[in-house]
């Protein structure tokens, strides 16, 4: 039996470090896992509160809004007002959403068909290749470097050189996996060439609050002119430490926005409804809790990347997200990425993402997520020293 849009999918290569974490662990070992990118540090302590307070009143229980609870969109507009200096109005430049893949997901529907055509970074998260191609579009990749200028120039070439001309430009930085981020220069530039070739902006702000040794990652909507062709996510999963809530909102152009909504009215009821309460409370009452999160991610970044220099596996600080994108050291760089990721669970009890899981680009590093604490991130760098014995 066939099954239209998933036959020519590929395996997905984290099943395979995962199967093999279950399997060790299975069998007794204490495996580190600095795979899964699944926040660890616990929700705020209001939004639980006010959750079960909320679940607790039956009115609550009933169907919701999919655009979001009006407080809920308003709390959002102003999250973004304090945060960086952003203008929304919450009732045409604000949807919630079920999470951002959900609402990225749905945004593919909305604005691509068969036939069109995307710009993605690659390597990429693998929601943003792989939406596109269930709207039927097709992606042009767009080679990801560490220096904004040249991303920039290859964005433009890949542009000029598709046919046909992209519909879409997906971004999202600061970046996972390769941890790249932008100033707001940059944004300028990219919002000022869509308005100039008629080209909607999808921005993935994942992690908006996540900037490290002073650099704030900027909003795409910050630039001037940017409500006219970009839109942009903001998730409640790492800044508020809340993934599995689900809580998320697409801002920006209104008419965006509102295509969203109409697909979305056909597609869902919003999330639950006192999932969206507590989250509009916890945006008001605890707007310092990013800044916290952010420290430890910061801590847990330091950690890690001294351990490693210890042990001669030397990697440039990330200035932003909750991973550490590393080459693979010279010594084992003939083994691919899944090779070297399994290598590391079967003999270190450490896992790591492949690279090529996040598209051939990707290949040839790992990925490190900061999701346990100092000691247990200790603990692998002893491990990873033991197996890796040629380092250093």
């Not at 959403?97 to 993605?120: C, N, P, R």
């Not at 790249?180 to 100039?196: H, I, K, N």
């Not at 697909?263 to 945006?283: C, E, R």
Request: glycine content about 8%.
């Amino acid at each position: 039996m066939e099954f239209r849009r998933i036959t020519d999918l590929p395996p997905y290569v984290f099943t395979i470090i995962d199967t093999l974490k279950v399997q060790a662990r299975r069998a007794g070992e204490d495996v580190i896992d600095l795979g899964f990118g699944n926040p660890d540090l616990p929700s705020p302590d209001v939004a639980v509160d006010k959750l079960v307070e909320a679940a607790q009143n039956p009115r609550n229980h009933r169907y919701s809004s999919s655009r979001g609870l009006p407080k809920l969109r308003e709390a959002v507009a102003d999250l973004y007002q304090r945060r960086f200096g952003v203008s929304l109005d919450p009732d045409t430049e604000v949807i919630n959403t079920i999470g951002a893949k959900e609402g990225f997901s749905h945004l593919m529907w909305v604005l691509l068909q068969a036939g069109d055509s995307v710009l993605v970074p690659a390597p990429s998260y693998p929601i943003h290749l792989f939406a596109p191609l269930f709207s039927g579009a097709n992606v042009r990749e767009m080679p990801l470097t560490s220096n904004q200028d040249d991303f920039f120039d290859t964005l433009t070439e890949r542009f000029e050189y598709s046919w046909p001309r992209p519909r879409v430009i997906v971004l999202s930085f600061p970046h996972n996996p390769t941890t790249t981020c932008v100033d707001v220069d940059f944004m300028q530039r990219v919002v000022d060439f869509a308005r100039e070739h008629g080209v909607i902006v999808v921005h993935d702000f994942a992690y908006a609050d996540l900037g490290f040794d002073g650099y704030r990652p900027p909003s795409i909507l910050e630039a001037d002119g940017a409500k006219e062709v970009a839109v942009e996510l903001y998730s409640m999963t790492k800044s508020f430490s809340m993934a599995g809530w689900r809580v998320a909102f697409m801002v920006g152009n209104p008419d965006v926005i509102g295509a969203l909504a109409k697909l979305k009215s056909y597609l869902d009821y919003g999330t639950f409804q006192p999932i969206q309460i507590a989250a509009t409370v916890t945006m008001n009452e605890a707007p310092d809790y990013p800044q916290e999160a952010c420290g430890v991610y910061e801590s847990r970044r330091d950690t890690l990347i001294d351990g490693l220099a210890r042990i001669g596996w030397e990697i440039e600080p990330p200035k932003g997200t909750m991973f550490t994108w590393a080459p693979i050291p010279d010594q084992y760089s003939d083994m691919g990425s899944v090779e070297f990721a399994s290598k590391l669970v079967k003999e270190a009890n450490v896992a790591l993402s492949p690279g090529v899981g996040f598209g051939p680009g990707g290949e040839g590093h790992v990925r490190f997520a900061l999701i346990e604490n100092e000691q247990r991130i200790n603990q692998a760098i002893r491990n990873l020293r033991g197996s890796l014995d040629r380092l250093g």
